[in-house]
């Protein structure tokens, strides 16, 4: 494919795992420090990712591709989009935890003492994801893929009460069962790539590198090859009928958890998946028709699911399962539109889902309830909140001229260009019910006279150092909706790396 | 490489006790039984790569690691965690005879089903030696044996064991599919298992203080 493109020798791809790693470590060492030091220390951590971040998008928009240590990280344009949103929604969450994990209304004593452990995990939850949008080692993809559920299932059981344990046994039980159909996969792939005699012995681990003997593979094996990165990647993206982990862990995690689960957590699983199933799509174009069809069925039940929720970060969850849907249609077209569709989309919906769920934190932290049935008028209480959470719904629900717009529409003429008109049929019928779900939500929560919950005398809008998170991720809906060609040369970038087949 | 090296009668034996393990631990219903089951299962596993080492020399490193995590760390979180409370797991959701049945069944399908379509499963023209073939179908019979673990088993201690019999099934796998795989992802797959069953049985630890039980039919805080 991209024969003929600059090689660039770099440290970043290596920085911007490493530095999270040790930053966790000291995070560790510090124990009997002054508390205030951990998030420093982890706000470190992820700086460095998103400035490794910022330099692999500048290196590679001008077409390099940057590798370590003989190839084994290869950063392209596509991983260099991956590690700049982890590294901007993870500085944003750590920012966020200093003061949503330490007060408010939440009702979780004496978890100040583990708070150094959840900002050393936090570290390490960022540095594996890195990791795995920067490694070319199709066994170390797995490999990270499966660390980043074990550096993030105790912040999912963080709380440890009743709740949270059974969150974090399932997430912990059902993502690893799944992720062992990807070990499968992945060692097939390798398997694959060393019979056909093409690359020599540590090459047939590359993933650049098997790219360019696929169509080599006995069709037989790729197909069940394929059959279990879907079932392995898929379920970390929280692909239905895989997700039930999903609505139960973003929702009892703490909320900057949430806001890493859902806002990159899974988008790293849908890379994962885009990586490896795209290896086979230009020996069996047909593969798109069963992404399609995967992804139109999770983006339908997902939001069907979100319908009949109470629990505000149980609606939000279930309205991720609905968004990876999207994602998942327009990559899994293949086509470049289809491609850079369903990467806009990605990055939008990391923005706006980190927005939602900074929100839901903040209601929860003012008013310690968590059920729209009890919540009602708080706008007038925080207006900063109610005005994020008003914008995100728009956003998600793909309002004009907010971002979630723009990358629909994409999605929507990719598929009536490929001429999967039902598709497109369907992705407008989920659209208009999360617009549905999503502003009945917040009329609910936001708008009239303080009921419920929000009566109390003390609830009042969140600390600044909660809603200026919020704030600069609003804007930047607003951003990519009235400027959607402002990331136009890394989504290009990225789109080429993935498109395989037709137009 | 051929197989005349090998010797195919122990491979075969060695083979078949791996089966045998694994529907011991599945239906032992004493876990501390079902983790010697696990074990023995975790010392076949090593001899198995230590016979195809012979062959394949950097199956010695493999052997080693496995030994550590399998044999050795692997089990020693599971006899703590079941320490000296209810040694019996919960009832399964199936009764003993048609768990049997289940099992005996998936044992004959999967095994035959491999056996004769190995070519699905292995590109490699090596791989469709006969004994590699053996090593593919029990590696895929040990897989869905504890996938039927996991599944059918109500006890959380029980789906952790189920777990690592189906580990063991891709591991065993790769000595005949990744026979050349660098020390560092090997040792990269085989830490995250034992990390796995820790944090696994950590949280199993706080279910059991909060909830009273491992039965994970009682995780019913979240519905919906």
Known sequence: MNDEVLTVSSLAPALAFLVPVVAGVLVLLLRRGPARAWPVVAGVGAAAVLLAGVRMVT???????????????????????????????????????VRSMTGGSGGHEGRERRLCLFYALLSWFLATMAWGCVTNNIIMLYVAVEATTLTSGLLVAFYWDRRGLEAGYKYLMLLTIGITFALFGCVLIYAMAAATGELAGGDALLISEVRGVAHLFPAGTALVTVAFLVVGFGTKAGIAPFHPWLPDAHAEAPPPVSVLLSGVMIKMAAYALARTVTIFYPGWPTLTVFAVALGSFTMLLGIVA?????????????????????????????????????????????????????????????????????????????????????????????????????????????????????????????????????????????????????????????????????????????????????????????????????? | MTDDALNVALIETLCMCMVITSVSAVETRRLRLATVAYVVQALLLVGLLLTFATVNPALYGW??????????????????????????????????????????????????????????????????????????????????????????????????????????????????????????ALFGVATEVVVTVYLLLYVIGGVREQFGTTDTFSLKELQG
């Open chain 1, 306 to 503: 979100a319908m009949g929720q109470d629990d505000l970060k149980r609606l939000l969850a279930y309205s991720s399962v609905s968004q990876i849907g999207y994602v998942v249609v327009g990559l899994g077209l293949g086509t470049y539109l289809g491609c850079y569709g369903g990467l806009f989309h990605l990055v939008n919906h990391a923005v706006v889902k980190a927005l939602l769920f900074m929100c839901a934190g903040a209601v929860v932290y003012a008013t310690g309830a968590r059920r729209i049935s009890e919540l009602g008028g708080l706008g007038r209480r925080m207006p900063v909140t109610a005005f994020c959470f008003v914008l995100g719904a728009l956003t998600i629900a793909g309002f004009p001229p907010l971002s979630g717009f723009a990358s629909k529409l994409t999605i929507y003429l990719a598929l009536a260009r490929s001429g999967m008109w039902w598709a497109a049929a369907l992705a407008v019928a989920a659209s208009i019910l999360t617009m549905v779900v999503l502003v009945r939500a917040a009329t609910a929560v936001f708008w009239g006279s303080p009921r419920g919950a929000a009566e109390g005398a003390a609830v009042r809008e969140v600390p600044g150092l909660m809603w200026a998170p919020m704030a600069v991720l609003a804007a930047a809906c607003v951003l990519l909706g009235v400027w959607p060609q402002a990331i136009y040369p890394l989504l290009d970038g990225a789109a080429r790396v993935l498109a395989t087949v037709g137009r």
């Open chain 1, 59 to 97: 290196a590679t928009i001008g077409g390099a591709v940057l590798v370590t240590w003989g190839g084994e990280l290869r950063v392209d344009a596509l991983s260099a989009l991956l590690v700049a949103l982890i590294g901007g929604i993870g500085v944003l969450a750590l920012l966020y935890a």
């Open chain 2, 63 to 184: 052997a080693v690691v496995a030994l550590l995590t399998k044999a050795v760390l692997t089990p020693y979180f599971l006899l703590r965690a079941i320490g000296r409370a209810d040694v019996r797991e919960q009832q399964p959701l199936i009764g003993f005879a048609p768990s049997v049945l289940v099992a005996a069944l998936l044992m004959t399908g999967f095994y035959r089903l491999t056996h004769v379509h190995v070519e699905l499963l292995a590109p490699g023209a090596m791989a469709q030696q006969e004994v590699f073939r053996t090593n593919l179908a029990v590696a895929s019979t040990v897989f869905a044996l504890g996938l039927f673990c996991v599944l059918t088993r109500r006890d959380a201690v029980k789906t952790v064991i189920g777990l690592c019999l189906l580990e063991n099934g891709v591991h065993l796998s790769l000595v005949s599919l990744a026979p050349e795989l660098p020390e560092t």
